[in-house]
């Protein structure tokens, strides 16, 4: 991945702790992103967790020219979206990926998917991008506010009870 920005602090002993952290995080992010995003390449966690990727796609996108790895991933989001429009826990999740909806995951997860294209479209200015995965988009968010307008708020709508009436499985 080709580098897109740069930080370099000069002076004192905290410049170079914050320099150093940088380039650490650098590495961890160019480890990390192996076709898919992903949570460590060091151990079993060698998967497209959705929450991982919501949380690093500004960073990435903002040191390294990740626009080809991330609008994929995107799309593999699309493709694994339940019938409902409810986005898996993993990306991809394995064969048929989640279109029966028995494990889709929280919001906070979820919102990986309007926050890459989100990124993809502020960073690289993707408009294709932006206008093709807007149907499904709107179908995930359509099914997130009926979660939480349904479900009782002492209940997570992807962690609810089974067969809870107006919550998602």
């Known amino acids: 991945f080709e580098p897109t920005g740069a930080l370099t602090l000069g002076g004192g002993r905290r410049a170079q702790l914050l320099n150093s ?13 192996m076709g898919i995003p992903i949570a460590q390449n060091n151990r079993n966690e060698r998967l497209g967790w959705t929450g991982d990727a919501g949380l690093s796609v500004e960073e990435a996108s903002l040191n390294f020219d990740v626009h080809g790895v991330e609008a994929c991933f995107v799309g593999t989001i699309r493709d694994c979206l339940d019938k409902d429009g409810g986005v898996p826990h993993v990306v991809p999740g394995g064969p048929g990926c989640n279109h029966d909806g028995s494990i889709r995951t929280d919001p906070s997860w979820a919102s990986v998917y309007p926050q890459v294209v989100w990124q993809l479209l502020r960073v690289y200015g993707d408009r294709r991008l932006a206008a093709e995965h807007w149907p499904s988009l709107m179908r995930m968010l359509l099914l997130e506010a009926e979660d939480a307008r349904t479900c009782p708020r002492s209940e997570s709508p992807r962690t609810a009870v089974p067969n809870s009436p107006g919550c998602s499985p």
């Open 21 to 33: 952290l940088h380039s650490n995080i650098l590495w961890s992010q160019r480890d990390n992103l």
